[in-house]
Nanobody, 120 residues
Framework: QVQLVESGGGLVQPGGSLRLSCVAS????????MSWYRQAPGKERELAAGISSTGGYTNYADSVKGRFTISRDNAKNTVYLQMNNLKPEDSAIYYC?????????????WGQGTQVTVSS
């Protein structure tokens, strides 16, 4: 079965850093674009960062650009989100997403979410 298992969330002070990890299984990881989405209470889910299947292209929300770095290790079926200089407004549940479109079908998988809380 498909699984996306996340880790690395927690409580951190403003200005601190966290690294989120998402380990995938049950599908061909290297063929999927991977993303980190986040959702804060009362707000819509937003794309924080994305990375192409090979890792050659990345994109970031303007609010995290320069502070967050998404990366992947296809040999380990893992995608990472390095978060530096965290701000209270970064507090959210962060979800790992795998996406692939092929012949009109969309394959879209989600992790369980991991809580990131930035507070003094």
């Amino acid at each position: 079965q498909v699984q996306l298992v996340e880790s690395g969330g927690g409580l951190v002070q403003p200005g601190g850093s966290l690294r989120l990890s998402c380990v995938a299984s049950g599908f061909t990881f290297s063929r999927y674009d991977m993303s980190w989405y986040r959702q804060a209470p009362g707000k819509e889910r937003e794309l924080a960062a994305g990375i192409s299947s090979t890792g050659g292209y990345t994109n970031y929300a303007d609010s995290v650009k320069g502070r967050f770095t998404i990366s992947r290790d296809n040999a380990k079926n893992t995608v990472y989100l390095q978060m530096n200089n965290l701000k209270p407004e970064d507090s959210a549940i962060y979800y790992c997403n795998a996406n692939r479109r092929l012949w009109g079908n969309e394959y879209n998988y989600w992790g369980q979410g991991t809580q990131v809380t930035v507070s003094s």
